[in-house]
T-cell receptor
Framework: GENVEQHPSTLSVQEGDSAVIKCTYS??????FPWYKQELGKRPQLIIDIRSNVGEKKDQRIAVTLNKTAKHFSLHITETQPEDSAVYFC???????????????FGTGTQLKVEL | DTEVTQTPKHLVMGMTNKKSLKCEQH?????MYWYKQKAKKPPELMFVYSYEKLSINESVPSRFSPECPNSSLLNLHLHALQPEDSALYLC?????????????????FGAGSRLTVL
């Protein structure tokens, strides 16, 4: 099955700096890579996703890059703000399973702390 | 309505109790999921329903029994749980569409039910 590794486990940056979180996956059939943000005691929320036919995707201060050859993808947050502090999970999926549904395999998470 | 609603938010139960967690969505999503999340860990998939039929059971112990009575509701029946089952139980839903279509198969999570087994 798929295995997703995520680094670093914790990341502390100064407000206004950039943050980068990296993930690697094992299954070359994986073709969908979402990123979820989970604040303490709250639900995971999708912040950005990328499919394997695209190398980079941006949404305001957030960008994701994908290197299919190396089987890794990264989340980039620019101009970080205190409200960016949360746990970020990457995930990977190889498509719909038999019978329907999207089976996501999550990375281990990165605790991002943005300090004033 | 763009939310997945879970009840109860908190549940404390003894090992001999029977209880249920409920999940509801009105986004027209035809896939629904149960995940288990322990503190400081990623969500772990338990079950997937597609068109109200169970499509994935990730070898979950039988003390957890899922049910999908209709396209908007998903239940998780709990019986004879162990203290190690204490966790946040997350429900999610996704539309079922052609893979690769923008928005298709994207999961939306509920806020979770925090379960404590004494």
């Amino acid at each position: 099955g798929e295995n997703v590794e995520q680094h670093p486990s914790t990341l502390s940056v100064q407000e206004g700096d950039s943050a980068v979180i990296k993930c690697t996956y094992s299954d070359s059939a994986s073709n969908y890579f979402p990123w979820y943000k989970q604040e303490l005691g709250k639900r995971p929320q999708l912040i950005i996703d990328i499919r394997s036919n695209v190398g980079e995707k941006k949404d305001q201060r957030i960008a994701v890059t994908l290197n299919k050859t190396a089987k890794h993808f990264s989340l980039h947050i620019t101009e970080t703000q205190p409200e960016d502090s949360a746990v970020y999970f990457c995930a990977a999926s190889s498509g719909l399973v038999t019978g329907g549904g999207n089976k996501l395999t999550f990375g281990t998470g990165t605790q991002l702390k943005v300090e004033l | 309505d763009t939310e997945v609603t879970q009840t109860p938010k908190h549940l404390v139960m003894g090992m001999t109790n029977k209880k249920s967690l409920k999940c509801e969505q009105h986004m027209g999503h035809r896939a629904m999921y149960w995940y288990k999340q322990k503190a400081k860990k990623p969500p772990e998939l338990m079950f997937v329903y597609s068109y109200e039929k169970l499509s994935i059971n990730e070898s979950v112990p039988s003390r957890f029994s899922p049910e999908c009575p209709n396209s908007s509701l998903l239940n998780l029946h709990l019986h004879a749980l162990q203290p190690e089952d204490s966790a946040l139980y997350l429900c999610a839903s996704s539309p079922l569409g052609q893979w690769g279509t923008s928005g298709a198969n994207v999961l939306t999570f509920g806020a979770g039910s925090r379960l404590t087994v004494l």
